[in-house]
C-alpha cells in the first residue's frame, strides 16, 4: 500500500507535500491540547497505540510495489482519539516507517493515502452514524468501527488505485490481475480487528475512547 518515490510524478508528490501541511498545520491548531496535556495516562495510551499501529504498518504483503495491504487500524484509533489527533498520531508513525523505507519525496502522499483520508473517513462516518442512527451499543460497534474500518480501509486502497492508474504507474488490467481480486480478503480482517479491539476496549477501558461513553450507549 506504501508508495516509493519512484512510483509518482515528483510535482504531484510535491503538491501532496503543500496538502499533508496544510491539514497538519489545522489539526494541530485545533487538538485537544489542554486536555491531552493535563492526562498523564492519555500520553501513555496515545504512545502505546500509535507504536502498536507502527508495527502493523511495517509489516506489508504485495507482489509489486503500492501492490500490497497491510492492517490500518485507524479507526479505532480514530473513535480512540477524535480527528485532529488522529491524523497528528498517523502522520507520526508514517515518519517512524519512512525512517526505516528511506522513501521521503512519497512520505506526504503516503500520510495523506494511508493515513489522513481513513482517518477523515472514520471520523465523519462515525458522526453520521451518531447524528442519525439510535445511540446503541451494537450500532457503535458495528457501524462506526466494525463497518466504517472496511470503509476506510477501501478508501484508501480506491484512492490509491485511482491514482496509480491516472499516472499510468500500473494499468487498470494490471491492478485487476494482481490487486484488485484481494482486496475482499483484506477488508473483512480490518473491518473484524476494528470492531474486536473496539469492544474490547468499551468492556476494559471505556475511558479509552474518546467517541464513547456509557451514559450514552448503555441507557
Not at 106 to 127: C, D, E, F, K, Q
Amino acid at each position: 500500500m506504501k508508495l516509493t518515490d519512484a512510483l509518482l510524478p515528483a510535482d504531484l508528490l510535491l503538491l501532496a507535500w503543500f496538502i499533508w501541511l496544510l491539514i497538519g498545520i489545522q489539526a494541530v491548531r485545533i487538538a485537544p491540547w489542554r486536555t491531552f496535556l493535563a492526562r498523564s495516562q492519555l500520553h501513555h495510551v496515545f504512545l502505546g497505540a500509535s507504536v502498536a499501529l507502527f508495527l502493523m504498518w511495517m509489516f506489508e504483503v504485495g507482489v509489486r510495489p503500492a501492490l500490497g495491504f497491510h492492517f490500518l487500524c485507524v479507526t479505532v484509533y480514530t473513535l480512540m482519539f477524535g480527528w485532529s489527533l488522529g491524523v497528528i498520531g498517523a502522520s507520526l508513525i508514517m515518519i517512524g516507517v519512512t525512517v526505516i523505507s528511506g522513501d521521503w519525496t512519497a512520505l506526504a502522499m503516503n500520510a495523506l493515502l494511508l493515513g489522513i483520508l481513513p482517518v477523515s473517513v472514520s471520523y465523519g462516518v462515525h458522526l453520521l452514524v451518531y447524528r442519525y442512527l439510535p445511540h446503541h451499543l451494537f450500532i457503535y460497534v458495528f457501524l462506526s468501527a466494525f463497518f466504517n474500518a472496511m470503509l476506510a480501509a477501501g478508501a484508501a486502497v480506491l484512492a490509491l488505485s485511482l491514482l496509480l492508474v491516472a499516472t499510468e504507474t500500473y494499468t487498470l488490467a494490471r491492478l485487476s490481475q494482481d490487486y484488485f481480486p484481494y482486496a475482499p480478503l483484506y477488508l473483512f480482517p480490518e473491518g473484524l480487528l476494528n470492531g474486536m479491539t473496539t469492544m474490547a476496549l468499551i468492556g476494559l477501558r471505556p475511558d479509552w475512547l474518546k467517541t464513547y461513553d456509557d451514559a450514552i450507549y448503555l441507557k
